[in-house]
């Protein structure tokens, strides 16, 4: 039997719908409808791992798979011998620390002396190493926010993504550690076979994520204005220009990139473009 690519995804949680999403948009087919921890998929040499995301980073070091998508913030906190391939664009969030809204403290400096409940004891004792503050870590798996308020710590890190759980829990963020999202992790010694495996989706998961951050753009223009909205395009070449039937006017194609749409858009409109449709790119390759 020819080489598989062994990935591991989270079995459920935050990023399973995310790393589902990419692996389908890449053109790979698994279906995990009955709960099974391994599928091997229908079209391309790869078999899906369904894992706690914490497990994620020592099962990719020690090969039980050979790569697998998990927060960078899970692999910074692990620590383990793993290559970084890649960021993958979800799962998006931030470690914080963060102190009651109402309180003595107000400050990160004044944490010396005083105890901060985490589930990310490693990045946290790092950070305050760095800072050069005294502060007891009082490691915790789960629900940490609730910590200050039972009086099991007087601050927290933790993630945060929208910050609704730390207003509910009337707790304020006052430092950021980390910024995080789902990244792709390697083991160190593929063998060459599935080095080629990871290339072809590599070369997939560009293309996905090439089209995410671009957009199609169609207008029409009068053709005196032609040159001054060319310019405004890059396009992945030229714009493609085609006449229209209405003497005097052009349709003009090209692809835009999503940070400077609103931008582009305005300016097109006030030199003089028309009926400016965008559509969505789903698979880009250059
Ligand atoms: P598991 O059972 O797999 O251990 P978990 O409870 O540790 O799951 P989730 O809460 O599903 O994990 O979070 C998984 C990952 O999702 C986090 O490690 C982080 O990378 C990302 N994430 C994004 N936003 C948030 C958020 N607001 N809170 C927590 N994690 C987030
Ligand atoms: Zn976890």
Redesign the pocket.
Known sequence: MSETLRIAV??????YDGSMKLLKECGIEVSNGNNQLRVIAANFPVEIFF????DIPEYVQDAVADIGF?????VKEKNKEVDTIEKLGF???RLSIAIPKTGALQSISDLNGKKIATSYPFILSSFLKEKNIQASIHEIS?SVEIAPKIGLADAICD????GS?LFTNELKEIETILY???ILISNKKLSAEKKIILESLQFRLSAVKKAKNNKYVLLNAPNEKLDTICQLLPGMKSPTILPLAEEGWSSVHSVISETDFWNIIEKLKSNGAEGILVIPIEKMIV
């Open positions: 989270q079995k459920s949680g935050r990023l894992l706690r995301d914490d998990v927060g960078e913030n899970v799962g998006k969030c789960g993630l945060v993504s929208s759980t995080s999202e789902s």
